[in-house]
Structures are given as structure tokens and as C-alpha cells.
């Protein structure tokens, strides 16, 4: 029977240590590459989503330069000169100056018929009310013959099946998508409309430009596999998708879904979708015409399957692990398993001489020192005690109920500390998470920043002066907006490396900051039913970073506006307080929304920890923490009497204000 026990006792012990390993580590390792692939396929989303917005510029590059180009003509004084002469001298220089400007057509039409034109095309009619107009239009088939059949034949293409597009009866799309401009002329004895455009049919050179420049090299000698389309309507009129390897995909159509959502829905479509012959990772954007019309769609995409062997090489490589850490553990497990049963074994021997009325029977030295070693002296001290009398078998029972509860505290007190340890370990692993997860971001903003920021200077650099001076208030607002973004990533890597970020520390008034702050925002809360009460009182200078203590301020008061949802009153107050000997300044900023549950009083200034799941990150309290402790002041929240939270920040008055 003892025999039996012994071998339940292994294989329990065997299945209690081969459990976790066996069951839960995998249902652990299946959660972790779940949240990892669902983690990559929003990187990827990002990436295409990056990718449409520099195809769109360029486009819009396009259709500004066009407009300025043919505007700039209708405004030189050659224009002036050879429309004041003959007819062919005139068309003559029109011919040389569409074939300079690379458009596809141009002419001029004097003021009564443009007049008649526009009641056709918004664009014309706008440059005959004397204002320079550009847009994409659809011109018809019979629209293009009138200005030249080369056009049309450019134009005509022979649509193709296509699987899961939507069913159609036509089998030739003859329609042009245009980059349609017209520029007023007014010049003394022939006012009228100089009207230019740029056929976008069959036009490789705009698509391959947007493929070069979406899908440059990024250094690395790898550059994405990726494509770019125009489509007029669901139908592709120019693309570097191929239907085999010499052959582009002219005349293609996409999908049904994707025309449903882009061209019928107005969206912008971004996720994965089978082009043409192959699955892309893509991104569609609805284009609209002068009549503000859907009439096609911008495309980029990369291809899926080089990510999709990355995922698959990554969930084979941690099987793999799994596999070899179980074949690893099981021996040695079975080996360390040995020095245990062993004595067990051995006190399972003495209990059966004992039994059998062998008094003198002992475990002696079992070659261990662990508790089962303890387990067999006391067995043996206990077989000693039995041979005398009842009384000291009895004392000896109150003496190990002792060891017993000094021992079961012992291991209390470890408990406790082995938790805090376990806690402290897990919030260094969530702001080692964060700095990694900071750098790759930071190098994802940092990348279209850097586009955005190079096109505005090439359009400094190519646009006229006149018309630069026009837009120069525009420009200069898109430089700030690109040092904003660059002084927030700062301050993101700040909060995940702090230790490599210095502060610019200097006296603030912080009844100047709180105003500044609520200009910032200004434009969150005229959207809303926010009444916004300042109380601001006589308070001592702080020794802070400005623009970090502006950060703690916006943060708070963007949370109590979301908290509010939209109606309600933001409170601000600002008096001093005196905490120990210091009379330092006191900010609270309350709300009138639910306030905060009790258990999450404790946690709100906790990393990651948010009550807007899917929509915060949970890191806005945590760094405004961080920022406040930096400064040697104090950050606390509570609920309101009345309704509503209320934070409070209190920072110690400068030393030279003392």
C-alpha cells in the first residue's frame, strides 16, 4: 500500500512540474504571437496608410503645379504680346508652350464663350468669374475627339474580366480622367479663359513616379514589393500592376467590396485585398471631380506574402523553441526528481520495519540537507522519542507545533517580498516595453515628417515668387506644425529614456502658463458645451521646465474635457498651499463628469492604465507623473463632493523666491 501511495506521490509531483510547461506555457506563447501578429498587421495598416498620403501630395502636386503653370502663362508678357497678333502666330506659340509645360491640351476661348463653356465645366466657369480653378474631370469620349483623337485613342481602353468585380455589359471604357485647369485672361481687347489639361489615361509616367517614390530603397538594399494605380471609376487607366510580366493591368477592375466602400461610401479603404493575381496589403483613397462627384480612386500596396512567411517563420521558430526547451526539461526534471524520491523511498523502508516491530529501525543519513533531510532526522528523532515515555512524545508534538508556526511566518514574510519583488520586476518590464515601443515610433513619425518637410521646401524652391509669397503664410504654419510633431516625439522618448533627456529648468509664472494652455486647446473646447471658470490667484514662481509643465496642463485638461463627453464645466484654480516649511503653488483643474471608480484611484497614474479602452494609450497621466516628480512637486487626485475629479498638482516655490 505504502508502495502505491509512493507512486501516486511521483506522479503527481511529475504532473504538478510538467503542467505548467506542457498546458499553460503554450496557451501562453498562443496569446503572446496573437496579440504580436495582430500587433504587426496594424504596422503594416500604418505603413500603407503612410504610403497613400505621399501618392495623394504628389497627385496634388500635380494639380497645383498645372494650375500655376498655365496661370503664370496667361500672365507673361509674351502671352500678352502674341495674342495681340496673328492667329497662327498665336496657336503656333500655344503648341510650343503645351508641348513646354507637358500638357496634353491647350487653348484659348475669349470671355462670352467661356462664358457658355462653363455652364458645362465648374473649372471654366470659375476662370471666367476671373479665378484660377484646377481639378480632375471626366471627359467623354466625344470630349476628347473635339480636342484631338490621339486623346481618344489614349484614352480607349478594352475593359477585362475581372473575378469579384462589380458585373458590367460595357467592354470599352473610352472616358478620360483630366487634369482640368483654366486661368483667366484679362488682357486689354481679349479677355477670356487660357484652358490646359493632362490626360491621366495610359499616363506610366505619373503612376511609376508615385510607385518610385512611395517605394524608394529606405537604405537597407530592400526595397517593398509595392504598386500604385489610378482607377476612373473601378476601372485601372494607369498602373505598374502587372497582369504577366511585360503586360500591366490596364483595364482591370477592382473588387466589388472595394468599389462599395471607396467610390459608393466616400471611405478611405485600408487592408488587405486581392489585386489583380496576388493579395496586397492596400490602401484606397476616393477622388472627386469639379462637380464634387466620386468619379475614381488613388491606390498603393504592397504585396502580403513577404510579411506572411515572416509571421509563419516566426510561429515556427517559437514551436521550435517550445519543443526543444520541453525535451530539455523533462530529463532533467526526471534527474533533480531522483534526489526526492529517494529518501521517500528509504523513510518508506523504515515505516515498514517499524511496522513489523523493528524499534531499533532508522533512516540515518539520507545525503541531503533539504526539508526532506529535515523531514527524515525528525522522523528519526521522532522513532528515538517513541521508545520513551508518552510525556515527551507529547512535549516534543508542542515543540514541532512551533517550528511549524515560526516556520509558516517565515515563509509569510517571503511571500510579501518575493510579490514586491515580482511587481517592481513587472513595471521594469513595462518601461523597458515603452522605450521600445517609443523608438519605433518615433522612427515611424519621424519618416513622413522628414517628406512633408522636404516637399515644402521643393515647393519653395520650384514655386514663383509671387505665388510663394501667397502661400507663404501656409508654408511657414506647416514648418510649425512640423517642429510640434518633432518636440512631441522628444517628449516621448523623454518620458521612455529620461536619463538621456536633460530639462531646461526656469522660473515660471504659472498664471501666464495656464492661459497659454487653454489657447492650445481652445479649438478642443469650442467644439464642445464646455464652460470653462479660471480662478487664479496670487501664487510664487516655479522652478520647471515650461514646455513640460505646459504638457501636464494640456494633458489634464484634455482628460477632463473627454471625461465631461462633451457638456459640462472645466474648473482651474490656482492659489498656494504649504506643505512642510514651503508655501508652494497649487493647480487644480476639476471636472463635472462621473468622476473615477474607487479602484482606480490607486492605478490611474499607473503606465498603460486607461478607462478609454480603445482609445488611450494609459501613458498621459503616468508621464504628467514623471514630469511633476521631476520638478520636485506632487500629483494627486480625488473625487469630487459634488460630481466630477479633481487633480491637483503642487510644485515648491523657486529657491530665489524664498
Known amino acids: 500500500m505504502m508502495g502505491k501511495l509512493l507512486g501516486s506521490v511521483r506522479l503527481r509531483l511529475l504532473v504538478l512540474a510538467l503542467l505548467p510547461l506542457i498546458v499553460l506555457m503554450p496557451l501562453l506563447l498562443l496569446m503572446a504571437m496573437t496579440r504580436w501578429t495582430s500587433d504587426y498587421d496594424k504596422v503594416l495598416i500604418a505603413n500603407v496608410e503612410s504610403d497613400l498620403r505621399i501618392a495623394e501630395q504628389y497627385l496634388g502636386q500635380i494639380i497645383l503645379a498645372t494650375g500655376t503653370n498655365v496661370r503664370s502663362l496667361a500672365g507673361s508678357v509674351q502671352f500678352e504680346e502674341v495674342i495681340a497678333g496673328n492667329e497662327t502666330e498665336f496657336q ?8 513646354d509645360l507637358s500638357l496634353d491640351f491647350l487653348y484659348f476661348l475669349p470671355l462670352e464663350d467661356a462664358a457658355s463653356a462653363g455652364e458645362d465645366w465648374p473649372v471654366i466657369g470659375r476662370a471666367a468669374r476671373g479665378e484660377l480653378a484646377t481639378n480632375i474631370d471626366i471627359f467623354s469620349g466625344e470630349d476628347l475627339r473635339k480636342i484631338s483623337v490621339d486623346l481618344l485613342k489614349q484614352a480607349r481602353l478594352p475593359l477585362i474580366d475581372t473575378e469579384a468585380a462589380v458585373p458590367t455589359t460595357r467592354k470599352v471604357e473610352d472616358r478620360g480622367m483630366v487634369v482640368h485647369t483654366a486661368s483667366p485672361v484679362r488682357i486689354s481687347g481679349h479677355e477670356g479663359v487660357l484652358i490646359g489639361g493632362i490626360l491621366l ?3 506610366l509616367q505619373f503612376i511609376d513616379t508615385i510607385n518610385a517614390l512611395v517605394y524608394r530603397d529606405d537604405g537597407t538594399g530592400e526595397a517593398r514589393q509595392g504598386t500604385a494605380t489610378l482607377f476612373l471609376d473601378d476601372v485601372r487607366i494607369s ?8 503586360v500591366r493591368a490596364l483595364g482591370t477592375r477592382v473588387s466589388a467590396a472595394v468599389r462599395s466602400n471607396v467610390l459608393g461610401k466616400g471611405q478611405t479603404w485600408l487592408n488587405r485585398a486581392f489585386v489583380v493575381n496576388d493579395w496586397y496589403i492596400s490602401g484606397y483613397l476616393p477622388l472627386t471631380d469639379s462637380f464634387g462627384e466620386r468619379v475614381g480612386m488613388l491606390y498603393v500596396g504592397f504585396l502580403e506574402a513577404p510579411f506572411a512567411t515572416a509571421k509563419r517563420s516566426a510561429y515556427w521558430t517559437v514551436l521550435g523553441a517550445f519543443i526543444a526547451v520541453l525535451t530539455l526539461s523533462v530529463p532533467v526534471f526526471l534527474l533533480l526528481a531522483k534526489g526526492i524520491f529517494s529518501p521517500l523511498e528509504r523513510m518508506t ?3 515498514k520495519k517499524v511496522e513489523a516491530g523493528d524499534l531499533n529501525a532508522r533512516n540515518g543519513d539520507v545525503g541531503t540537507g533539504d526539508e526532506i533531510g529535515q523531514v527524515a532526522a525528525h522522523l528519526d528523532t521522532l522513532l528515538n522519542q517513541i521508545q520513551e515515555r508518552d510525556q515527551a512524545l507529547r512535549s516534543w508534538a508542542d515543540e514541532l507545533n512551533d517550528r511549524v508556526e515560526r516556520r509558516t511566518g517565515e515563509l509569510r514574510d517571503a511571500n510579501i517580498k518575493l510579490e514586491e519583488t515580482f511587481k517592481q520586476l513587472v513595471m521594469s518590464e513595462k518601461l523597458a516595453s515603452i522605450g521600445e515601443i517609443t523608438a519605433g515610433v518615433a522612427h515611424e513619425i519621424n519618416n513622413p515628417v522628414a517628406v512633408i518637410q522636404g516637399n515644402v521646401d521643393v515647393m519653395r524652391q520650384t514655386l514663383p515668387l509671387d505665388v510663394a509669397r501667397e502661400v507663404e503664410t501656409e508654408m511657414d504654419l506647416i514648418d510649425q506644425q512640423v517642429q510640434r510633431i518633432d518636440v512631441i516625439v522628444g517628449k516621448l522618448l523623454q518620458f521612455a529614456r529620461p536619463s538621456e533627456f536633460g530639462s531646461q529648468e526656469e522660473s ?10 487653454l489657447v492650445l486647446v481652445d479649438h478642443v473646447l469650442s467644439k464642445q458645451d464646455i464652460t470653462v471658470q479660471l480662478q487664479i490667484d496670487t ?25 465631461m463627453e462633451g457638456r459640462g464645466t472645466l474648473m482651474l484654480y490656482l492659489d498656494t498651499e504649504t506643505r512642510g516649511d514651503k508655501i508652494g503653488a497649487r493647480l487644480r483643474v476639476a471636472d463635472t463628469g462621473p468622476g473615477l471608480p474607487g479602484n482606480d484611484m490607486r492605478s490611474v497614474f499607473d503606465p498603460f492604465y486607461t478607462t478609454k479602452l480603445g482609445e488611450g494609450t494609459g501613458l498621459g497621466l503616468s508621464i504628467s507623473q ?4 521631476r520638478a520636485k512637486g506632487l500629483i494627486s487626485v480625488e473625487n469630487r463632493p459634488e460630481g466630477g475629479a479633481e487633480f491637483t498638482v503642487w510644485l515648491p516655490p523657486c529657491e530665489s523666491a524664498l
Open 539 to 563: 501664487a510664487p514662481l516655479v522652478c520647471v521646465a515650461p514646455g513640460e509643465m505646459q504638457q501636464v496642463i494640456i494633458n489634464l485638461i484634455i482628460n477632463a474635457t473627454q471625461a
Open 239 to 246: 498602373t505598374n500592376v502587372r497582369l504577366f510580366e511585360d
Open 508 to 517: 515660471v509664472d504659472l498664471s501666464v502658463l495656464i492661459r497659454d494652455c
Open 349 to 351: 523502508q523504515t515505516m
Open 92 to 99: 503656333h506659340f500655344l503648341a510650343q508652350a503645351q508641348w
Open 626 to 629: 514623471t514630469l511633476v516628480q
Open 201 to 203: 489615361n495610359r499616363n
